[in-house]
């Protein structure tokens, strides 16, 4: 089976289901790891699921993705508007990333409106709540087998 795919999900993400519901929904992330992992399987891909709420372990998921991943599929939660290091990172490694969101940050407080992350990114899906990710994989796949 080639590399598997890297879905990396950065601080509070690890809340999701418990708080805040009117803007992230009920599911927990647990849930959205096994959503994932069932539709990655049905289209011949297998999945590594990560969340931390420290930085440089996002740095670290991401430097691992590119050594034994075959793509990026990121959801920086806050960091995509404060991190410098997450685009050193993604710009330092070899593999696609795309970015995703829950919500539409575009749509929200102005200091959401910049995203450190799009600018190392090949793309970003945002505001279809947990479906993001199942765009986000589907955008994932249509990179890596338009480069096979
Ligand atoms: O919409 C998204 O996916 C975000 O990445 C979520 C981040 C936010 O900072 C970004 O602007 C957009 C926040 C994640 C916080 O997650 C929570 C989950 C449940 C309860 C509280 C926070």
Redesign the pocket.
Known sequence: MSKPIYIIN????N??G???PEI?GHQTLADIEKLCAIAAEDLGYNIRFFQSNIEGELVDFIQEAGSQGSVIII????Y??TSVALYDAIKAVSIPCIEI???Q?AA?ESF?RRSYVAEAANGTI?GFGVKSYLLGLQAAIHLLEASA
């Open positions: 950065g601080p509070n993400l809340l999701l418990t708080r805040e992230y959801n920086p939660a806050a995509t508007h969101h829950l919500s940050p929200r959401r945002s």
